[in-house]
Protein backbone atom coordinates (compact mmCIF):
# COMPACT_ATOMS: atom_id res chain seq x y z
CA UNK A 1 0.00 0.00 0.00
CA UNK A 2 1.21 3.31 -0.74
CA UNK A 3 1.77 6.04 1.80
CA UNK A 4 -0.14 9.21 1.57
CA UNK A 5 1.63 12.55 1.91
CA UNK A 6 0.74 15.79 3.01
CA UNK A 7 0.35 17.02 -0.49
CA UNK A 8 -2.74 14.57 -0.12
CA UNK A 9 -3.84 15.72 2.76
CA UNK A 10 -4.01 19.31 1.68
CA UNK A 11 -5.64 18.09 -1.47
CA UNK A 12 -8.22 16.49 0.28
CA UNK A 13 -8.35 19.85 2.57
CA UNK A 14 -7.61 20.73 5.45
CA UNK A 15 -9.31 24.12 6.31
CA UNK A 16 -10.49 24.24 9.96
CA UNK A 17 -9.11 20.94 10.34
CA UNK A 18 -6.54 20.38 13.43
CA UNK A 19 -3.29 18.12 12.31
CA UNK A 20 -1.14 16.96 14.95
CA UNK A 21 2.24 16.82 13.30
CA UNK A 22 5.12 15.44 14.83
CA UNK A 23 8.64 17.30 14.07
CA UNK A 24 12.13 16.34 14.82
CA UNK A 25 13.15 19.32 16.71
CA UNK A 26 15.79 17.65 19.12
CA UNK A 27 18.60 20.42 18.28
CA UNK A 28 21.31 20.77 20.55
CA UNK A 29 21.54 23.49 23.15
CA UNK A 30 24.28 25.35 25.44
CA UNK A 31 22.96 27.40 27.69
CA UNK A 32 19.39 27.78 26.62
CA UNK A 33 20.98 28.89 23.08
CA UNK A 34 20.22 26.91 19.75
CA UNK A 35 23.24 25.78 18.74
CA UNK A 36 22.76 23.51 15.40
CA UNK A 37 19.26 24.70 13.83
CA UNK A 38 19.13 22.21 11.37
CA UNK A 39 16.32 20.18 12.34
CA UNK A 40 14.07 23.23 12.36
CA UNK A 41 14.67 24.39 9.49
CA UNK A 42 14.00 21.02 7.84
CA UNK A 43 10.53 20.84 9.72
CA UNK A 44 9.57 24.24 7.87
CA UNK A 45 8.33 23.15 4.66
CA UNK A 46 5.51 21.16 5.82
CA UNK A 47 4.62 23.03 8.87
CA UNK A 48 4.63 25.84 5.93
CA UNK A 49 1.86 23.94 3.60
CA UNK A 50 -0.66 22.93 5.90
CA UNK A 51 -0.14 26.77 7.58
CA UNK A 52 -1.02 27.81 4.04
CA UNK A 53 -3.51 25.75 3.10
CA UNK A 54 -5.39 27.02 6.53
CA UNK A 55 -4.74 23.85 8.88
CA UNK A 56 -4.86 24.37 12.59
CA UNK A 57 -1.10 22.70 13.50
CA UNK A 58 -0.63 21.07 16.88
CA UNK A 59 3.27 20.35 16.84
CA UNK A 60 4.46 17.67 18.43
CA UNK A 61 8.25 16.95 19.58
CA UNK A 62 11.23 15.91 22.09
CA UNK A 63 14.52 17.36 23.26
CA UNK A 64 17.08 15.52 24.60
CA UNK A 65 16.08 12.38 27.17
CA UNK A 66 14.42 13.45 30.19
CA UNK A 67 12.92 10.02 31.00
CA UNK A 68 9.69 10.47 31.78
CA UNK A 69 10.34 14.16 34.34
CA UNK A 70 9.60 17.34 33.21
CA UNK A 71 13.00 19.48 33.45
CA UNK A 72 12.97 22.65 32.87
CA UNK A 73 16.76 22.73 30.79
CA UNK A 74 14.85 20.76 27.72
CA UNK A 75 11.86 22.39 27.70
CA UNK A 76 10.93 23.66 23.94
CA UNK A 77 10.38 27.17 24.50
CA UNK A 78 13.68 27.96 22.61
CA UNK A 79 12.69 26.09 19.70
CA UNK A 80 9.18 27.36 20.12
CA UNK A 81 11.03 31.04 19.68
CA UNK A 82 13.20 29.87 16.87
CA UNK A 83 9.94 28.08 14.67
CA UNK A 84 8.26 31.82 15.37
CA UNK A 85 11.21 33.53 13.42
CA UNK A 86 11.45 30.85 10.75
CA UNK A 87 7.33 30.97 10.29
CA UNK A 88 7.27 34.72 10.02
CA UNK A 89 4.22 33.87 12.61
CA UNK A 90 3.54 33.67 16.84
CA UNK A 91 4.24 30.00 17.47
CA UNK A 92 3.17 29.61 21.17
CA UNK A 93 4.46 26.59 23.53
CA UNK A 94 1.51 24.57 25.62
CA UNK A 95 2.51 24.53 29.26
CA UNK A 96 1.89 20.09 29.01
CA UNK A 97 1.46 18.23 26.67
CA UNK A 98 -1.92 16.87 26.57
CA UNK A 99 -3.13 18.38 30.04
CA UNK A 100 -6.09 21.24 30.58
CA UNK A 101 -3.37 24.16 28.43
CA UNK A 102 -2.40 22.14 25.42
CA UNK A 103 -6.30 21.62 25.01
CA UNK A 104 -7.51 25.18 25.66
CA UNK A 105 -4.77 26.36 23.12
CA UNK A 106 -5.32 23.37 20.59
CA UNK A 107 -9.09 24.50 20.70
CA UNK A 108 -8.74 28.03 20.42
CA UNK A 109 -6.39 27.41 16.80
CA UNK A 110 -8.25 29.31 13.84
CA UNK A 111 -6.86 28.31 10.49
CA UNK A 112 -3.47 28.78 9.78
CA UNK A 113 -2.68 29.10 13.35
CA UNK A 114 0.23 26.88 15.19
CA UNK A 115 0.70 25.17 18.83
CA UNK A 116 3.76 23.59 19.98
CA UNK A 117 2.88 21.47 22.58
CA UNK A 118 5.53 21.07 25.56
CA UNK A 119 8.75 17.94 25.25
CA UNK A 120 6.60 15.00 24.55
CA UNK A 121 8.94 12.89 26.52
CA UNK A 122 8.25 14.83 29.52
CA UNK A 123 5.24 11.69 29.76
CA UNK A 124 6.93 8.89 30.35
CA UNK A 125 4.38 6.98 28.47
CA UNK A 126 5.68 8.15 25.38
CA UNK A 127 8.72 5.63 25.23
CA UNK A 128 6.79 3.10 27.44
CA UNK A 129 7.58 -0.51 26.54
CA UNK A 130 4.06 -1.38 27.59
CA UNK A 131 1.83 -1.42 24.34
CA UNK A 132 -1.13 -0.05 26.76
CA UNK A 133 0.24 3.04 28.36
CA UNK A 134 1.30 3.88 24.81
CA UNK A 135 -1.78 3.20 23.49
CA UNK A 136 -3.64 5.60 25.91
CA UNK A 137 -1.00 8.53 25.49
CA UNK A 138 -1.53 8.01 22.06
CA UNK A 139 -5.05 8.52 22.34
CA UNK A 140 -4.78 11.80 24.35
CA UNK A 141 -2.56 13.22 21.58
CA UNK A 142 -5.36 12.07 18.86
CA UNK A 143 -8.00 13.65 21.29
CA UNK A 144 -6.45 17.16 20.82
CA UNK A 145 -7.58 17.52 16.94
CA UNK A 146 -10.92 16.66 17.89
CA UNK A 147 -13.48 15.07 15.44
CA UNK A 148 -12.30 15.77 11.84
CA UNK A 149 -8.13 15.54 13.00
CA UNK A 150 -5.25 14.06 10.96
CA UNK A 151 -1.90 13.01 11.63
CA UNK A 152 1.49 14.09 9.66
CA UNK A 153 4.69 12.17 10.27
CA UNK A 154 7.44 14.47 9.51
CA UNK A 155 10.21 13.26 12.05
CA UNK A 156 12.43 11.35 10.28
CA UNK A 157 14.81 11.48 13.11
CA UNK A 158 12.67 8.98 15.05
CA UNK A 159 10.61 6.73 12.46
CA UNK A 160 12.85 3.82 13.62
CA UNK A 161 10.91 3.83 17.26
CA UNK A 162 7.86 2.64 17.88
CA UNK A 163 6.84 5.27 20.35
CA UNK A 164 3.12 6.90 20.96
CA UNK A 165 3.74 10.22 19.06
CA UNK A 166 5.53 8.03 15.98
CA UNK A 167 3.80 4.96 16.13
CA UNK A 168 0.62 4.77 18.03
CA UNK A 169 -0.55 7.97 16.82
CA UNK A 170 -0.80 6.80 13.85
CA UNK A 171 -3.06 4.00 14.42
CA UNK A 172 -5.62 6.75 15.87
CA UNK A 173 -6.08 9.05 12.93
CA UNK A 174 -5.90 9.15 9.32
CA UNK A 175 -2.00 9.64 8.39
CA UNK A 176 0.13 10.77 5.95
CA UNK A 177 3.83 11.11 5.44
CA UNK A 178 5.38 14.80 5.72
CA UNK A 179 7.46 16.20 3.01
CA UNK A 180 10.80 15.77 5.29
CA UNK A 181 10.06 12.03 5.75
CA UNK A 182 9.03 11.40 1.73
CA UNK A 183 12.28 13.05 1.00
CA UNK A 184 14.65 11.10 3.12
CA UNK A 185 12.55 7.79 1.95
CA UNK A 186 13.19 8.75 -1.37
CA UNK A 187 16.79 9.68 -0.97
CA UNK A 188 17.84 6.48 1.04
CA UNK A 189 16.18 4.11 -1.43
CA UNK A 190 18.51 5.57 -4.05
CA UNK A 191 21.87 5.04 -2.22
CA UNK A 192 20.41 1.32 -1.14
CA UNK A 193 19.23 0.01 -4.40
CA UNK A 194 20.56 0.37 -7.37
CA UNK A 195 23.18 3.57 -7.28
CA UNK A 196 24.82 4.97 -9.74
CA UNK A 197 28.14 3.36 -9.31
CA UNK A 198 31.90 4.05 -9.00
CA UNK A 199 29.89 3.95 -5.25
CA UNK A 200 31.62 5.07 -2.34
CA UNK A 201 30.46 4.71 0.95
CA UNK A 202 32.15 7.08 3.55
CA UNK A 203 32.10 5.87 7.38
CA UNK A 204 33.43 7.55 10.26
CA UNK A 205 32.34 8.00 14.57
CA UNK A 206 33.67 6.13 17.20
CA UNK A 207 32.79 2.30 17.33
CA UNK A 208 32.39 0.00 15.06
CA UNK A 209 29.88 -1.87 16.44
CA UNK A 210 27.61 1.08 15.76
CA UNK A 211 28.29 0.41 11.58
CA UNK A 212 28.41 -3.08 11.82
CA UNK A 213 25.35 -3.92 10.26
CA UNK A 214 25.58 -0.60 7.65
CA UNK A 215 29.06 -2.59 6.69
CA UNK A 216 27.57 -5.75 6.01
CA UNK A 217 24.49 -4.35 4.26
CA UNK A 218 26.62 -1.59 1.87
CA UNK A 219 30.00 -3.86 1.05
CA UNK A 220 28.57 -5.82 -1.03
CA UNK A 221 26.99 -3.19 -3.20
CA UNK A 222 29.89 -0.02 -3.46
CA UNK A 223 33.31 0.71 -5.10
CA UNK A 224 34.76 1.79 -1.93
CA UNK A 225 33.90 1.97 1.65
CA UNK A 226 36.31 4.09 3.53
CA UNK A 227 36.86 3.89 7.12
CA UNK A 228 38.08 6.63 9.49
CA UNK A 229 37.28 8.11 12.68
CA UNK A 230 37.95 6.65 16.10
CA UNK A 231 36.53 2.98 14.39
CA UNK A 232 39.78 2.87 11.79
CA UNK A 233 41.86 1.78 14.92
CA UNK A 234 39.90 -1.14 15.82
CA UNK A 235 40.27 -2.20 12.16
CA UNK A 236 44.36 -1.40 12.26
CA UNK A 237 44.88 -3.43 15.05
CA UNK A 238 43.09 -6.22 13.33
CA UNK A 239 45.53 -5.89 10.47
CA UNK A 240 48.29 -5.91 12.89
CA UNK A 241 48.65 -2.51 13.31
CA UNK A 242 49.92 -0.95 16.88
CA UNK A 243 47.79 1.60 17.99
CA UNK A 244 48.49 3.30 21.21
CA UNK A 245 46.49 4.46 23.38
CA UNK A 246 43.72 5.36 20.45
CA UNK A 247 40.44 4.26 20.93
CA UNK A 248 39.86 0.65 20.14
CA UNK A 249 37.15 -2.06 20.62
CA UNK A 250 38.66 -4.74 21.98
CA UNK A 251 35.58 -7.13 21.23
CA UNK A 252 35.44 -6.41 17.61
CA UNK A 253 39.03 -7.05 16.60
CA UNK A 254 38.42 -10.80 15.34
CA UNK A 255 35.02 -8.87 13.18
CA UNK A 256 37.05 -6.44 11.87
CA UNK A 257 39.58 -9.20 10.70
CA UNK A 258 36.60 -10.69 9.09
CA UNK A 259 35.23 -7.93 7.20
CA UNK A 260 38.78 -7.26 6.03
CA UNK A 261 38.66 -11.52 4.67
CA UNK A 262 35.33 -10.83 2.77
CA UNK A 263 35.37 -7.30 1.98
CA UNK A 264 39.43 -6.14 1.45
CA UNK A 265 38.84 -5.31 -1.84
CA UNK A 266 36.37 -2.13 -1.12
CA UNK A 267 37.57 -1.51 2.55
CA UNK A 268 40.04 1.67 2.56
CA UNK A 269 41.72 2.73 5.98
CA UNK A 270 43.92 5.72 6.51
CA UNK A 271 47.91 5.37 5.71
CA UNK A 272 48.32 7.98 8.58
CA UNK A 273 46.75 10.30 11.48
CA UNK A 274 46.92 12.91 13.84
CA UNK A 275 47.87 11.54 17.16
CA UNK A 276 47.86 13.56 20.35
CA UNK A 277 48.84 12.78 23.95
CA UNK A 278 45.76 13.28 25.64
CA UNK A 279 42.08 13.82 24.54
CA UNK A 280 42.55 17.74 24.89
CA UNK A 281 41.84 20.57 22.46
CA UNK A 282 45.36 22.27 23.31
CA UNK A 283 46.93 18.67 23.23
CA UNK A 284 50.23 18.46 21.82
CA UNK A 285 49.47 16.44 18.47
CA UNK A 286 51.65 15.79 14.99
CA UNK A 287 50.97 13.69 12.13
CA UNK A 288 52.41 9.77 11.52
CA UNK A 289 52.21 7.14 9.44
CA UNK A 290 50.61 4.21 10.96
CA UNK A 291 53.73 2.37 11.92
CA UNK A 292 55.02 5.29 14.10
CA UNK A 293 52.53 5.91 16.88
CA UNK A 294 54.12 6.35 19.90
CA UNK A 295 53.48 4.21 22.57
CA UNK A 296 50.40 5.86 24.84
CA UNK A 297 49.89 8.35 22.68
CA UNK A 298 46.31 8.31 20.73
CA UNK A 299 44.93 9.01 17.34
CA UNK A 300 42.13 11.77 16.91
CA UNK A 301 42.20 11.83 13.23
CA UNK A 302 42.92 10.65 9.87
CA UNK A 303 46.47 12.23 8.31
CA UNK A 304 47.16 14.10 4.96
CA UNK A 305 48.01 11.99 3.12
CA UNK A 306 44.68 9.85 4.20
CA UNK A 307 42.54 12.96 3.39
CA UNK A 308 44.44 12.93 -0.34
CA UNK A 309 43.56 9.19 -1.04
CA UNK A 310 40.42 9.26 -0.13
CA UNK A 311 39.70 12.52 -1.87
CA UNK A 312 40.96 10.67 -5.22
CA UNK A 313 38.58 7.75 -4.71
CA UNK A 314 35.58 10.01 -4.35
CA UNK A 315 36.31 12.49 -6.77
CA UNK A 316 36.09 9.26 -8.90
CA UNK A 317 32.41 7.75 -7.72
CA UNK A 318 28.93 8.78 -9.29
CA UNK A 319 27.73 8.35 -5.57
CA UNK A 320 28.39 8.59 -2.49
CA UNK A 321 27.19 8.03 1.46
CA UNK A 322 28.73 9.89 4.27
CA UNK A 323 28.57 9.45 8.00
CA UNK A 324 30.68 9.90 10.90
CA UNK A 325 33.62 12.20 10.92
CA UNK A 326 36.86 11.46 10.19
CA UNK A 327 38.23 12.87 13.59
CA UNK A 328 37.52 14.76 16.61
CA UNK A 329 36.03 17.93 13.97
CA UNK A 330 34.80 19.93 17.41
CA UNK A 331 38.92 20.39 18.07
CA UNK A 332 40.17 22.50 15.31
CA UNK A 333 43.08 20.94 15.86
CA UNK A 334 41.58 17.53 14.76
CA UNK A 335 38.91 18.84 12.10
CA UNK A 336 41.22 19.03 9.10
CA UNK A 337 40.19 15.13 7.81
CA UNK A 338 36.67 15.82 8.26
CA UNK A 339 37.24 18.81 6.51
CA UNK A 340 38.93 17.64 3.67
CA UNK A 341 36.79 14.62 3.60
CA UNK A 342 33.93 16.75 3.43
CA UNK A 343 35.15 19.17 0.65
CA UNK A 344 36.22 16.37 -1.39
CA UNK A 345 32.40 15.66 -0.94
CA UNK A 346 31.51 18.67 -2.08
CA UNK A 347 33.48 19.21 -4.87
CA UNK A 348 32.41 15.52 -6.60
CA UNK A 349 28.74 17.22 -5.97
CA UNK A 350 29.70 20.18 -7.98
CA UNK A 351 30.78 17.70 -10.64
CA UNK A 352 27.51 15.48 -11.14
CA UNK A 353 27.88 13.28 -8.05
CA UNK A 354 24.67 12.02 -5.63
CA UNK A 355 26.29 12.85 -2.31
CA UNK A 356 23.75 11.77 0.99
CA UNK A 357 25.05 12.88 4.45
CA UNK A 358 23.54 10.64 6.80
CA UNK A 359 22.62 12.86 9.33
CA UNK A 360 24.02 13.11 13.15
CA UNK A 361 27.85 13.77 13.79
CA UNK A 362 28.37 14.52 9.90
CA UNK A 363 25.73 16.94 9.47
CA UNK A 364 26.65 18.47 12.43
CA UNK A 365 30.23 18.61 10.83
CA UNK A 366 29.27 20.63 7.83
CA UNK A 367 27.12 23.17 9.56
CA UNK A 368 30.30 23.44 12.26
CA UNK A 369 33.01 23.53 9.67
CA UNK A 370 31.41 26.14 7.65
CA UNK A 371 30.69 24.33 4.22
CA UNK A 372 27.78 25.12 2.17
CA UNK A 373 24.96 22.81 3.36
CA UNK A 374 24.42 23.20 -0.74
CA UNK A 375 26.93 21.83 -1.44
CA UNK A 376 25.43 17.92 -1.06
CA UNK A 377 22.78 16.94 -2.88
CA UNK A 378 21.00 16.12 0.40
CA UNK A 379 21.72 15.90 4.20
CA UNK A 380 19.37 13.75 6.60
CA UNK A 381 18.38 14.70 9.68
CA UNK A 382 17.75 11.43 11.18
CA UNK A 383 21.24 9.23 11.41
CA UNK A 384 20.55 6.49 13.75
CA UNK A 385 17.35 6.10 11.41
CA UNK A 386 19.18 6.24 8.27
CA UNK A 387 21.24 3.92 8.81
CA UNK A 388 18.75 1.74 10.05
CA UNK A 389 16.99 1.87 7.21
CA UNK A 390 20.28 1.14 5.16
CA UNK A 391 21.02 -1.96 7.41
CA UNK A 392 17.45 -3.45 5.72
CA UNK A 393 15.82 -2.96 9.48
CA UNK A 394 11.83 -2.38 9.17
CA UNK A 395 11.17 1.33 10.74
CA UNK A 396 7.95 1.35 13.16
CA UNK A 397 7.29 4.75 11.73
CA UNK A 398 7.56 4.34 8.59
CA UNK A 399 5.83 0.74 8.31
CA UNK A 400 2.55 2.30 9.95
CA UNK A 401 1.99 5.44 7.73
CA UNK A 402 1.52 2.01 5.48
CA UNK A 403 -1.65 0.84 7.56
Known amino acids: ?27 PLSDGEITDPGRIEASIPTLHALLDAGARVIVTAHLGRPKGEVKKELSLAPVAEALSERLDQFVPLAADVTGEDAHERANGLDDGDIVLLENVRFDPR ?24 AFVSDGFGVVHRAQASVYDVAKK ?14 VLRKVSGDAQK ?12 DKLGVIEALAPKVDNLIIGGGMCFTFLKAQGQEVGASLLQEDMIDTCKDLLDRFGDVLVLPTDVV ?17 EIPEGWMGLDIGPDSVTAFSKKLSQSKTIFWNGPMGVFEFPAFAEGTHGVAQAIVDATGNGTFSVVGGGDSAAAVRALGLDEDGFSHISTGGGASLEFLEGKELPGVNVLEQ
Open 1 to 27: MAVKTVQDLVNEGVEGRHVLVRSDLNV
Open 126 to 149: ETSKDDSEREAFASELAALTGDNG
Open 173 to 186: LPHYAGGLVEAELN
Open 198 to 209: PYTVVLGGSKVS
Open 275 to 291: VAEKFDRDADHRTVSLT
